[in-house]
């Protein structure tokens, strides 16, 4: 492969549309985390190095794009539910409750018909689709901006008062979800940033704006990421469905039947028991990879941020000391431990103060990490995208 960068553009908020607009998410996936990349590489330019949003946006966009792709995580998904399988396996009472209930099939058929109703890639399928939804609720949204605020504002050599006035204007009011208050923030700080000559006050005006942008971001994004961290629930009532549908295709009526009375009589089988639990155990296994595939973010450098765990990495030089007083403000308000990354593992990702801790320190931590400006594909894989193709190779 080509490792020759090609030359970036500034993305367009007409590009930004064009993308958002694409039909296959895969490409559009590709597509967006390498306009996040050009957006990154714009903006630090202007500003010195140091990370805006659009840094961290490309990586975990390219994150994202494994789930999206469901690259390997299918195959790791049906281990799992086939390990909660076999766990019930070795309960001898689970196909003898089966046949006590009326089941027909064979042993192994009755093993196989239950593997296939809790079916493991119908989990990752709505895990996939709900990171794709996010992947281009953002995008469309903030990479717009940021591209809207290229053209608006970028190029300008001193400070106009009217031009980022001008950009706010066409930004809603009041809070996220449906408020862009603190996108009008971020973009202040950002155009602030663009002509600040102290490096200090720089480094903190850009981390300032990213964490307002992840703050709107993250908001906006939690149905989406409670939607895909609960992607392996399946309703107890359709499980219970489908298993009598498979196990008993032609006396599918006598099961229901039996199941009604078993209700209306407050009494339940062993082999509602049995398939029950089996039920809440594959469903505990999956929601473990579904989390873990979510919570963890590649760097170019080959490391991989466990984000359940506490980042291992201080503050750079630049950010040790916060005396920006919106900063302080902001961060004495959502960040629980201001002044070191400790407890920063996000216990659970689906909790948005618990998600929000982590990112505040995630984009402190690795604001001065040059190499997260680096491309993240290959020169002749973004040949490929260019063209509209899904690229070859490690992506």
């Known amino acids: 492969m080509s490792s020759q960068p090609l030359p970036l553009s500034t993305p367009t908020p007409l590009d930004v549309e064009r993308i958002a607009a694409l039909a296959d998410p895969v490409i559009r996936n590709l597509q967006i985390t390498q306009c996040y990349h050009e957006l990154a590489r714009t903006m630090?330019?202007?500003?010195?190095?140091?990370?805006?949003?659009?840094?961290?946006?490309?990586?975990?966009?390219?994150?994202?794009?494994?789930?999206?792709?469901?690259?390997?995580?299918?195959?790791?998904?049906e281990r799992v539910l086939r390990e909660a399988v076999s766990a019930f396996?070795?309960?001898?009472?689970v196909v003898p409750a089966a046949k006590a209930f009326g089941a027909p099939g064979s042993e192994t058929e009755i093993r196989e018909s239950v593997f296939e109703v809790l079916n493991p890639l119908g989990a990752f399928e709505r895990a996939s689709d709900a990171v794709a939804r996010g992947n281009l609720k953002v995008f469309a949204e903030i990479g717009?901006?940021?591209a809207r605020f290229?053209?608006?504002?970028?190029?300008?050599?001193?400070?106009?008062?009217?031009?980022?006035?001008?950009?706010?204007?066409?930004?809603?009011?009041?809070?996220p979800p449906?408020?862009?208050?603190?996108?009008?923030?971020?973009?202040?700080?950002?155009?602030?940033?663009?002509f600040e000559p102290d490096p200090a006050v720089r480094a903190q005006l850009l981390l300032l704006a990213n964490i307002e942008i992840g703050y709107h971001e993250q908001t906006r994004l939690q149905p989406e990421i409670a939607g895909a961290i609960d992607a392996a629930v399946l309703d107890p009532a359709e499980f219970q469905r489908r298993l009598?549908?498979?196990?008993?295709?032609?006396?599918?009526?006598w099961a229901r039947l039996r199941l009604f009375l078993e209700r209306r009589l407050n009494r339940r089988s062993r082999f509602t028991v049995l398939t029950d639990a089996l039920l809440a155990e594959a469903r505990r296994r999956a929601h473990l990879v579904i989390t873990e595939y979510l919570m963890t973010i590649g760097l170019p450098d080959g490391t991989a941020l466990r984000l359940g765990r506490d980042l291992a990495v201080g503050f750079p030089e630049s950010l040790?000391?916060?005396?920006?007083?919106?900063?302080?403000?902001?961060?004495?308000?959502?960040?629980?431990?201001p002044d070191s990354p400790r407890e920063s593992g996000a216990v659970d990702w689906a909790d948005l103060p618990d998600r929000l801790h982590f990112i505040i320190d995630l984009f402190r931590c690795y604001h001065e990490q040059a190499d997260l400006l680096n491309p993240p594909f290959q020169a002749d894989q973004v040949a490929d995208l260019r063209a509209g193709h899904r690229p070859k190779g490690r992506l």
């Open 44 to 77: 630090a330019a202007r500003t010195e190095g140091g990370a805006n949003w659009c840094v961290f946006a490309t990586w975990a966009s390219r994150q994202a794009g494994q789930t999206i792709r469901k690259e390997d995580f299918s195959r790791t998904l």
């Open 89 to 93: 396996e070795a309960e001898p009472e």
């Open 144 to 146: 717009r901006e940021f």
């Open 150 to 175: 290229y053209a608006t504002c970028l190029n300008d050599t001193a400070y106009d008062p009217a031009h980022i006035t001008a950009f706010c204007a066409e930004l809603r009011p009041g809070n």
């Open 178 to 194: 449906e408020g862009q208050g603190y996108l009008r923030q971020a973009f202040t700080r950002y155009y602030q940033a663009l």
């Open 244 to 253: 009598i549908r498979a196990l008993f295709p032609n006396r599918g009526w």
């Open 320 to 337: 040790l000391q916060i005396d920006l007083p919106d900063l302080c403000a902001l961060l004495e308000r959502i960040d629980p431990t």
